[in-house]
């Protein structure tokens, strides 16, 4: 018979995508990647991402489509649903925003008019740039008002840096906010949903917790849950959760239609049904005992990657971490080494981070003078408490020889001495 389709064969009928995929799949097997808001997602999260249900089109929710044809991916966003409501012992869940910042963008559109008040972390503090940020659509749209962090200090009984939760209340107290935003993209410590509940309750605010990054942590128990204290939970499915590039709401039933008329059709589209795959699938992994194992693992590393970094002579933010990531003061270290210059530094020595703003910055947010290192992907690859050891010192050798192109090829080495023991990806050969 002769075929009628145009389509031979997988990515050989591209040679050019086919080799960076080669390529990036190399990358991320022979480097560290220590990015807090990234993870090595399985092959079966890899393989739903990459299926037929991508051809798709689902404008609207399962049993209530703008299309035909749904009946397979009813199943499939129902499963996903499911799944993620026993997850978290959650109400209501949707799965359909692209992104954390669809999620975010559309609870404020859910419980709020154009104009109102919200108050939330401010982006230099660790707040998100959805969190009011100038540069983002929130604050134009939305009146914000910032908490941040108490000042430093070098008593280690009473580390500073720390949510200033008096400055939450006397701020909500002053400006009435509707909503009240927690969570946090770069901050290392554990966030107490109840405390926001207090303070929302006073001025009746309602609140909203922005879990994006420690929602695998929440998942395996590593970490407390806002779920049934907040009003709203969003989160992504990409960082600690293990699953595919995306986003997540949970909410309570009460708020439940508000909230999915929000996302279609007041923010998006027809939704990623192949995303939403890859969700369920995550969701699932993250439902077994392992994934409990696995959370608990990546607090420990960070802890330990946080005391080797100290004896590394590097300060951290807070004096330390309770979840997932570390937040490097460069300053103490190297006062002429920017969050810029590390993060090029490692690049070189095949060590993958990100520089970032410690709090009350003096350098501009392209420059900083900090590093965010999180321990969430090279656990999944099998590290332990002895790597992070040697993660500290690779890390302290490139940036202490940072002009030294003979000793960064020697870290460059070693890196791939260490990598080349944790491979996260053993079964595929390539093209992944
Ligand atoms: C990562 C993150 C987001 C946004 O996620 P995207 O998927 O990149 O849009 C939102 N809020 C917080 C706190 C985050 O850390």
Not at 4 to 26: H, Y
Not at 288 to 304: E, G, R
Not at 343 to 363: H, S
Not at 404 to 420: F, K, M, P, Q, Y
């Amino acid at each position: 018979m002769t075929p009628t389709s145009p389509f031979t064969g997988w990515l050989d009928a591209d040679p050019e995508i086919k080799r960076l995929l080669d390529d990036e799949l190399t990358r991320q097997r022979t480097t560290l990647q220590l990015i807090a808001s990234e993870n090595f997602t399985s092959p079966a999260v890899l393989a739903a991402s990459g299926s037929v249900l991508t051809n798709k089109y689902a404008e609207g929710y399962p049993g209530r489509r703008y299309y035909g044809g749904n009946q397979v991916v009813d199943e499939v966003e129902t499963l996903a649903i499911e799944r993620l409501k026993t997850l978290f012992g959650a109400e209501h869940a949707n799965v359909q925003p692209h992104s954390g910042a669809n999620a975010n963008l559309g609870v404020y559109k859910a419980l709020l008019e154009p104009g109102d008040t919200i108050l939330a972390m401010r982006l230099d503090q660790g707040g998100h740039l959805t969190h009011g940020s100038p540069a983002s659509i929130t604050s134009k749209v939305w009146n914000f008002v910032s908490y941040g962090l108490t000042p430093a200090s070098d008593d280690p009984d009473h580390p500073g840096e720390m949510i200033d939760l008096d400055q939450v209340r006397s701020l909500a107290l002053e400006h009435r906010p509707k909503l009240i935003v927690a969570g946090a993209t770069a901050y290392a410590r554990t966030i107490d949903a109840k405390d926001y509940r207090e303070i929302a309750d006073e001025i009746g605010a309602r609140l909203m917790f922005d879990l994006a990054h420690p929602a695998g942590l929440v998942a395996g128990g590593a970490h407390p849950s806002p779920v049934g204290i907040a009003d709203v939970v969003t989160f992504t499915t990409h960082k600690t959760l293990r699953g595919p590039r995306g986003g997540a709401i949970l909410c309570s039933e009460e708020l439940a239609k508000k909230i999915d008329g929000a996302i279609f059709p007041g923010l998006q589209g027809g939704p990623l049904e192949h995303a939403i795959a890859a969700k369920a699938v995550a969701f699932r992994e993250a439902m077994d005992p392992s994934f409990s194992v696995y959370a608990h693992q990546v607090v420990t590393n960070a802890a330990a990657l946080a005391a080797a970094l100290e004896a590394q002579g590097f300060r951290l933010v807070s004096g330390g971490t309770d979840n997932h990531l570390v937040l490097v003061d460069l300053r103490g270290f190297d006062a002429d080494l920017t969050g810029k210059e590390a993060q090029e530094v490692m690049d070189r020595a095949g060590i993958t981070a990100n520089r970032n703003t410690i709090p009350d910055d003096p350098r501009s947010p392209f420059v900083t003078s900090g590093l965010r290192l999180g321990t969430a992907a090279e656990t999944t690859a099998g590290m332990g408490t002895a790597e992070m050891a040697v993660i500290a010192e690779l890390i302290g050798r490139s940036l202490r020889q940072r002009n030294d192109e003979t000793a960064l090829a020697a870290v460059r080495a070693d890196v791939g001495d260490l990598c080349s023991r944790f491979d996260p990806y053993p079964s595929l050969a390539g093209s992944a």
